[in-house]
């Protein structure tokens, strides 16, 4: 079972930038592809990107493409996912996930981290 831990979260202006970090333990991430979501107060988890295991392919969620960069380490077992020109609307709890298969859909993730909180000022 691999272990998640998100970092990088905090506060920052609209229009800032974040970068956030998902480092694993307990098994290697090769074994993975990674996926960040999001969880606003109120609202539903919902999918931010994803990145096959070799690095070589993203998806991205509409609302975030253009501003929002994942990519991994492997040798690092970290993901990242850069953030950039943000929005009030991206405030949420970023939680990193993941999976066996491609998907965008939160059941189809499992060993999920802790999450950190991501707050964007107007």
């Known amino acids: 079972q691999v272990q998640l831990v998100e970092s990088g979260g905090g506060l920052v202006q609209a229009g800032g930038s974040l970068r956030l970090s998902c480092a694993a333990s307990?098994?290697?991430?090769?074994?993975?592809?990674v996926g960040w979501f999001r969880q606003a107060p109120g609202k539903e988890r919902e999918f931010v990107a994803i990145?096959?295991?070799?690095?070589?392919?993203?998806y991205y969620a509409d609302s975030v493409k253009g501003r929002f960069t994942i990519s991994r380490d492997n040798a690092k077992n970290t993901v990242y996912l850069q953030m950039n020109t943000l929005k009030p609307e991206d405030t949420a709890v970023y939680y990193c996930?993941?999976?066996?298969?491609?998907?965008?859909?939160?059941?189809?993730?499992?060993?999920w981290g802790q999450g950190t909180q991501v707050t964007v000022s107007s």
């Open positions: 996930a993941v999976t066996t298969r491609w998907g965008i859909r939160p059941e189809d993730f499992g060993s």
């Open positions: 990145v096959s295991w070799s690095g070589s392919s993203t």
């Open positions: 307990g098994r290697t991430l090769t074994s993975y592809e």
